[in-house]
């Protein structure tokens, strides 16, 4: 099974940024689509940045868009996002998700999906004045 592990997490400052990246050690990370998701309190986890396996196809939910970009380096098996002018709204838990490589999909159904994903333990983000 694939192991992911999230970094980056703390508390901010509304206007301020941050970097999180998710690491895997396992060598089919190339086959595997990426995505960040978010659990805000109280709500539904949602995909906000979702990169297929070869960084051609990327996808960013309308809460996010133009605020987030996402890479991947495939030789070091990390995949990046960073989200500037974080907002409160922006507070939730950030999870890392790697598609199964036999569940093939868009970027966008990946993102509109919570299935077919291995999953990172997850990494508090906090905006708070």
């Known amino acids: 099974q694939l192991q992911l592990v999230e970094s980056g997490g703390g508390s901010v400052r509304p206007g301020e940024s941050l970097r999180l990246s998710c690491t895997a050690s396992?060598?089919?990370?190339?086959?595997?689509?990426i995505g960040w998701f978010r659990q805000a309190p109280g709500k539904e986890r949602e995909g906000v940045a979702c990169?297929?396996?070869?960084?051609?196809?990327?996808y960013f939910a309308d809460s996010v868009k133009g605020r987030i970009t996402i890479s991947r380096d495939n030789a070091k098996r990390t995949v990046m996002v960073e989200i500037v002018n974080l907002q409160p709204e922006d507070t939730g838990v950030y999870y890392c998700?790697?598609?199964?490589?036999?569940?093939?999909?868009?970027?966008?159904?990946?993102?509109?999906?919570?299935?077919?994903?291995?999953w990172g333990q997850g990494i508090q983000v906090t905006v708070s004045s």
């Open positions: 998700a790697a598609r199964f490589p036999w569940r093939l999909t868009t970027v966008e159904a990946m993102c509109a999906s919570n299935d077919d994903m291995y």
């Open positions: 990169i297929n396996n070869d960084s051609r196809w990327t």
């Open positions: 396992d060598l089919t990370w190339d086959y595997h689509a």
